[in-house]
């Protein structure tokens, strides 16, 4: 047998010899190897978006819609509900928020605030909702401030105030600002201490802590690629605590809302006028689990303005129930649970099917690489079954003196592992530079949208690896029958030949 040491060195002369074998040998796989890293490294960084956008790891209960003379009439979602779901095996119980039920403001409101010299105004009613202030702890910051305020019993900043007077004209006022050094006459300044986060409240003349509200991503997106354009308005920054420092700190953030009151023209609300009144709500956080579209606060608010405009019922009837469960495999058991016993079901998952679409999606753009290093290896078949015709008396020469079966089939099969190897890294670094070429074009000539990435491509570990793996072995298998069928040459015959 020959040692390892003279074997490596023979397989690196004769490869290195060949310029034109392995060249032609070579070149398939480093096409194969070069769309094999860039369609996976595409497909894994599309994935990583679409959780941003659908987070998968959790499911969303609702109830069936159902209507009689035009009065909703679906299934209610209340306690005893949570109660039967937490009890289920397929649910997360060592998470201590596995079951989350969200509540929508089932009246109208709308908010009015001042943002960069822009008097915004938008409907609340319909686009925000509460949930469970534990649910949301994406950062310190907004596990410091996304919390129920009013709640609390001894907050030493509940101090008696004078409310701001009505104006005759809007519905509802703007937020007032900060005292001044310079107050200007007949101009109202909120009078509670810290007065970026708190304002006097109207109902009973106390300072009270402004409602904390996240909004999510896809809002800060479409804010950032739509509204913002067109109304000569500042993009927010991804880092959130950046873009608030920059604008002066929370009392930027802070707007009116107009609880019982809406901008929609002809509503049939029936609110009674005695049961208007204006809060305050001041923005804390960007977080994946508010509100796709709208806003979020913590549900003891929601509870208790429903409460008071819409009765107990309301107060006590949750808009869905999200659940996280042990195995994401279980959905289906879970699904048909809900569906027979409690007679619910899932929110239809548009993650879940873009997900679905993305692994069919990858699976083509592999097999499509797969295809073309395969084809790769018949090459390389046939281009050492041509050397092996060239070399024979070489590798007769080689079994004369002493060389065996097993050592000739290993530097041919040595041969193109390097070959492979070789190519697979070229690929790689090819697939390398085809993904920063596509990210430079992205950058300077697609416009931007929600949810761009900066980059279109991630490269994971595994996919380089997988990658110099696939090049490397299927070069093998093409030269395997070439080899074995070296090995197997007869000395004396391949010498005597010309």
């Not at 106390?206 to 996240?214: A, E, G």
């Not at 609880?259 to 960007?286: F, P, S, Y």
Request: hydrophobic fraction near 45%; glycine fraction near 8%.
């Amino acid at each position: 047998m020959m040692p390892a040491r003279n074997l490596t060195r023979m397989v690196v002369a004769n490869t290195l010899r060949s310029r034109r074998h392995f060249i032609l040998s070579a070149f398939g796989i480093v096409i194969g190897i070069a769309t094999f890293v860039v369609f996976l490294a595409s497909t894994e960084q599309v994935g990583a978006v679409l959780e941003k956008i659908f987070p998968v790891e959790q499911v969303q209960v609702v109830a069936p819609r159902a209507s009689l003379l035009g009065k909703d009439i679906s299934k209610k979602l209340d306690e005893s509900i949570i109660e039967k779901i937490r009890a289920r095996p397929e649910v997360d119980r060592a998470d201590p928020t596995a079951v989350v039920p969200r509540m929508t403001l089932a009246f109208p409101a709308f908010g009015r605030g001042n943002f960069e010299g822009n008097d915004l105004k938008f409907e609340v009613g319909g686009f925000a909702d509460g949930i469970n202030p534990d649910f949301v702890s994406d950062d310190d910051r907004t596990r410091e401030l996304f919390k129920d305020w009013d709640g609390l019993k001894d907050d030493p900043k509940r101090v008696s105030c004078v409310p701001p007077p009505r104006d005759s004209v809007e519905e509802v006022i703007h937020s007032p600002g900060a005292p001044r050094s310079n107050p200007r006459p007949g101009v109202y300044y909120n009078p509670c201490p810290q007065p970026d986060r708190y304002y006097c409240d109207e109902v009973d003349s106390t300072c009270h802590h402004r409602v904390p509200i996240v909004m999510s991503p896809t809002m800060i997106e479409l804010y950032n690629g739509q509204f913002a354009k067109s109304h000569g308005l500042p993009v927010v920054d991804t880092d959130f605590i950046k873009f608030v420092t920059q604008r002066g700190g929370l009392s930027a953030m802070r707007f009116s809302i107009g609880l019982g009151l809406t901008t929609i023209a002809g509503t049939n609300a029936n609110i009674a006028q005695r049961k208007v009144r204006r809060v305050e709500g001041v923005l804390v956080g960007i977080s994946a689990k508010a509100m796709p579209i709208g806003m979020t606060m913590p549900i003891q608010y929601i509870q208790r303005w429903n409460r008071d405009f819409l009765g107990e019922e309301a107060a006590t009837s949750y808009s869905s129930i999200i659940v996280r469960l042990k195995d994401r495999n279980q959905i289906a058991v879970f699904s048909q649970w809900l569906q027979d016993d409690l007679d619910l079901r899932l929110e239809d998952s548009l993650g879940e099917k873009f997900a679905t679409a993305l692994f069919v999606i990858r699976l083509v753009l592999v097999l499509i690489s797969l295809v073309i290093i395969t084809i790769s290896s018949i090459n390389i078949a046939h281009n050492f079954f041509m050397q092996v015709t060239e070399r024979r008396r070489e590798l007769g020469l080689l079994r004369a003196v002493g060389a065996t079966q097993a050592d000739v089939l290993l530097v041919v099969l040595g041969e193109a592992a390097l070959i492979g190897l070789i190519g697979g890294v070229l690929g790689v670094v090819l697939g390398v530079g085809i993904a920063a070429g596509v990210d430079w074009g992205s950058a300077h000539y697609l416009p931007k949208f929600p949810y761009k990435p900066d980059s279109w491509f991630h490269f994971q570990w595994w996919i380089v690896l997988g990658g110099l793996s696939c090049s490397t072995g299927f070069s093998v298998l093409g030269g395997y029958l070439p080899a074995r069928r070296a090995s197997r040459m007869e000395p004396a015959q391949a010498l005597t030949q010309n």
